[in-house]
DNA sequence: CAGCGTTTTGCAACCGAGTTTTTTAAAAAA
DNA sequence: TTTTTTAAAAAACTCGGTTGCAAAACGCTG
């Protein structure tokens, strides 16, 4: 029987035992170091059944476990994905960290999380100290402004954009199709007798993801040959519950369909109608982005644009992956994918909001 | 001048220039390497104020950033927090990230996080892939079910327990202060004139959250004379809503208070009054925990306990620093700090549903 | 049993920064 | 000018796995 090898024991609590290093897992199996890495690896040298056996005992006999940093120094991997989000409150987010946790942890990777709490400054510092923790990849759900070091970053290591796209393109993008989105919602109000549709949005949302929506509002409108128009409904302090009265006013009676361009504006929505009564005034009828679950109490159920937040996760890791993988096996030169836009169909959540 | 360190240029892209090493660096600024580690640590042998300009400038010029898995190996710190979530969809887990996110970056430190989804097996897994990946201490909000794994981590690396205590005790706590909060809430509603009180919980919920906070409405209830039980809201399916209706209509008119234990049984709370209409039933009060950012807009702002998640985080952080501190400064035997239980206080945001 | 191909294994050189020790240079004292 | 004191920089070794290369062990055939 091999010694014990001199870290493995401690006379003195029998708890806490040093720390044990590859090279005393191969002392006591009686092989070498570089025998154990392979086992650890499953490196394609195969070794006898009974050396594998051997290492195999000592190694879940003491719990050894191989030390991480020795691994990523030499390794130049770490297994970690960098995620940077823009906002936590926002259900959406996450949802969607749950997603990414759940698929990075599938394949093996731990996340490192940072949150930039909309604010370009904290964004960039937390892209560079994730870049120099050694992260293999980044996903960024990114506040904007910060387009030019998000762009020289997915020239230096693979990175994913999340939901927001920057100016220039050229990065991987994984979103929602949020044309379809603005067109189911448009369809569930216009069934729902809507005559003159609203899109509210938020002054300070300028994503590009609030202009697509936007836009996908207006061309949906003409194509039907509806009329409508976008309300800035949330304009810093509570000049938008006036605003928004005045909308409604302005209609009442005439069959007006609103739909509120994410959470935010549809929670100030919600304060300003409150005040009218508790189920929507005769003829209103409402619909929102964003799949809070209030959604299912208010009004009775409000009609919902929900994306399918875990296909866009596993998507997002899925396509990280292959560009790491794509890093590590190639030299750089060749090591060139071509960005990819992907989207992910959601789907509508009809509710009473929008039943005729 | 000094001559280009080889790795430094790169004429094909001139963008993606080889990653430079300290002994490039070392090498341009015409010093050792030893020389520009002690630049960067600060460390105590002092250099000529001309050696540590040349050095500053090429390090700026040049945009260096010294290797983290290489600095981990030698000093077998890596200035990561790992972080156990049992439930993010919760607002009080995303503001906490939030919050440890910013308290962990000020100490420059990142962030490693896990989300259980209150699944044992998943918190498991989580604790020994983080502790694997080399954290230097663990944030857990445990679902329960792993306490000795816990209380075993516990003696391997600084570990601060969020909210959720383990049975055994032992390990540092940082939670809420429950029992004012509690008392906060109950004396809202009997400000109200309310004369029978009912603590509405989740039969699912067996945490010890969930028992300091009705072992202290029993308390409070006994020391004011005050008549009210324990009602299991959510119970699985929607046997709940029944048992709701049962609990007010039984009390109709008699003055009653409602105290939602957590979020989500304030949710069903509200889908189940929503049928009775838009504003409370006359006489009915209610309160609630957890901050939802709806609760200032349901039946015109719902009083609620608040906690102050930004304080709790930053205790945590900070707890977890020292704990980080003694281990790396002191020895094994001599680094036992005393587990200590940490309560923040927590406020009411008295709306209008407590209101006279 | 020699000869040859294949697998298993060990040696030793890494990865990149930090730290201790030694050497060299400069400044101060004699 | 020479010797002593002090500081700055170079060299050497450390951290703990990983990996290219080559030697050793093994099995098979003639």
Not at 171 to 183: I, K, P, Q
Not at 232 to 253: F, M, N
Not at 261 to 286: C, D, H, M, Y
Not at 338 to 351: L, S
Request: aromatic share 4%; hydrophobic share 45%.
């Amino acid at each position: 029987m091999p010694k014990m090898a001199q870290t493995a024991d401690n006379w003195e609590t029998g708890c806490a035992m040093a720390q044990m290093r590859i090279k005393d897992i191969a002392a006591e199996a009686g092989v070498s170091p570089a025998t154990v890495s392979r086992y650890l690896n499953n490196r394609p040298g195969q070794m006898t059944e009974e050396t594998r056996a051997r290492i195999a005992e000592v190694i879940e006999r003491t719990g050894y476990r191989p030390r991480a940093a020795a691994r990523n120094l030499r390794s130049s991997r770490t297994n970690l994905i960098g995620v940077i989000l823009a906002d936590i409150a926002n259900p959406f987010s996450s949802a969607m960290l749950e997603g990414l946790s759940a698929s990075a942890a599938a394949r093996g990777c731990s996340l490192m999380t940072a949150i930039s709490g909309n604010d370009p400054a904290k964004e960039a510092e937390s892209l560079t100290r994730l870049i120099d923790a050694g992260v293999d990849g980044l996903v960024v759900n990114t506040c904007g402004g910060n387009d030019k070091a998000i762009a020289a970053a997915a020239g230096r290591l693979p990175v994913v954009l999340l939901d927001r796209d920057v100016a220039a393109g050229g990065v991987d993008l994984v979103t929602s199709n949020n044309r379809e989105l603005v067109a189911g919602l448009v369809d569930a109000l216009a069934a729902a007798g809507s005559e003159r549709l609203c899109l509210l949005t938020e002054a300070s949302d300028d994503s590009p993801v609030r202009r697509e929506r936007a836009e996908a509002f207006a061309d949906e409108l003409s194509q039907r040959g509806l009329a409508g128009e976008v309300v800035t409904l949330v304009d810093g302090g509570a000049t938008g519950a006036g605003r928004l009265d005045e909308t409604i006013r302005g209609y009442a009676g005439k069959r007006l369909g609103l739909i509120a361009a994410n959470g935010l504006v549809f929670l100030r929505l919600t304060e300003a109608l409150a005040q009218l009564g508790p189920s929507l005034p005769a003829g209103l009828k409402i619909a929102t982005f964003d799949d809070y679950p209030w959604n299912h109490v208010l009004f009775g159920g409000v009609t919902t644009a929900a994306q399918d937040t875990l296909t866009i996760a596993e998507r997002v890791v899925e396509r990280l992956s292959e560009r790491i993988d794509v890093v590590t096996t190639t030299v750089g030169e060749a090591a060139k994918l071509a960005p990819k836009r992907i989207e992910i169909p959601g789907h509508i959540e009809h509710r009473a909001s929008t039943s005729r």
